[in-house]
């Protein structure tokens, strides 16, 4: 089974940035679909953004949309999560998330694996 840790996350302005990164125990490349999920208090974990298996396709949740921007490097094992323009309801544990099928997903069943996720908190 491949391990996700994430890291990156922590406490930033309204309007500031982060990076989140995603390590896999073992390889990648065209071998999992990678996506992005996160959790608020109280709220549901919600899709947040996905990217097929070579990094060619990708899928956003509307309201980060032209804000953050998944990618991956499959060489070294790591999806990243790129968070612009951040505002306060961006504020929850995001989780990364490795699936064996082929395509693009946006629901949780699709996943196979999970990350222990890392907290982001954004002020205003």
């Known amino acids: 089974q491949v391990r996700l840790v994430e890291s990156g996350g922590g406490l930033v302005q309204a309007g500031g940035s982060l990076r989140l990164s995603c390590a896999a125990s073992e390889r990648t490349g065209s071998d999992y679909v990678m996506g992005w999920f996160r959790q608020a208090p109280g709220k549901e974990r919600e899709f947040v953004a996905a990217i097929n298996r070579i990094g060619s396709d990708t899928r956003y949740q509307d309201s980060v949309k032209g804000r953050f921007t998944i990618s991956r490097a499959n060489a070294k094992n790591t999806v990243y999560l790129q968070m612009n323009s951040l505002k306060p309801e961006d504020t929850a544990v995001y989780h990364c998330?490795?699936?064996?099928?082929?395509?693009?997903?946006?629901?949780?069943?699709?996943?196979?694996?999970w990350g222990q996720g890392t907290q982001v908190t954004v002020s205003s």
């Open positions: 998330a490795a699936s064996r099928l082929s395509g693009v997903f946006t629901t949780r069943p699709a996943y196979d694996y």
